[in-house]
């Protein structure tokens, strides 16, 4: 539960050298925890939107969510509510971990970590904008290794193999998008799964 019986949004300001929040709002969405509501993650875009995936394992699209509260609105007003070309990943439906980022052009990064995916490494496959979520423009295997062994709520960390060159937002965990996956964690929406 939260004061405003909505997701919120508490923001530090870097100002005050995150001392002081700059913001404190219920936000446009519901209550976002599993599992009453499904699973979700939050990234933020390059206008400072907050872009939230709703996973599954119930949506009105039978796919991936993409759905944007606007940073104008002070996050209370939606801007975009789309579906995605890419099925269900919430952990129930298949169990593979996954995170999310927005990259350039607000294209979605869904990054496929494990503990199966088809190459055997942790992919990414970007959504495009341009097409409103509704196709890829880059499907890759990554050279980095399968960063979740089971989907469980301890973060494995990353390791990067010698010699494997990877994209800054890979080796610093940023992402891009201010995910963290130990919220998640601290809230309790990823149930361990039984090894």
Request: net charge positive; glycine share 10%.
């Amino acid at each position: 539960r939260t004061g405003t019986n909505k997701t919120e949004v508490h923001r530090l300001s870097a100002a005050a050298n995150y001392q002081r929040f700059n913001l404190q709002t219920g936000s446009g969405i519901h209550l976002t925890h599993f599992p009453d509501k499904g699973y979700w993650k939050f990234a933020m875009t390059k206008q400072n939107d907050l872009a939230c995936i709703g996973m599954g394992p119930h949506t009105g699209t039978k796919k991936t969510e993409y759905h944007v509260l606007s940073r104008r609105s002070n996050y209370t007003q939606f801007i975009v509510h789309l579906g995605t070309a890419l099925h269900y990943t919430d952990p129930q439906t298949r169990p593979w971990a996954w995170n999310f980022g927005i990259g350039s052009g607000n294209d979605l990064i869904c990054i496929g970590r494990g503990p199966t995916t088809g190459s055997g490494k942790t992919e990414v496959h970007k959504l495009s904008c341009a097409s409103n979520y509704g196709k890829f423009n880059l499907h890759i295997a990554t050279c980095l290794h399968l960063t979740a062994s089971v989907v469980k709520t301890e973060d494995p960390g990353l390791r990067v193999p010698e010699g494997c060159a990877v994209p800054a937002y890979w080796a610093n965990r940023d992402l891009s998008s201010g995910f963290d996956e130990r919220v998640d964690v601290e809230e309790g929406f990823l149930p361990k799964l039984q090894e």
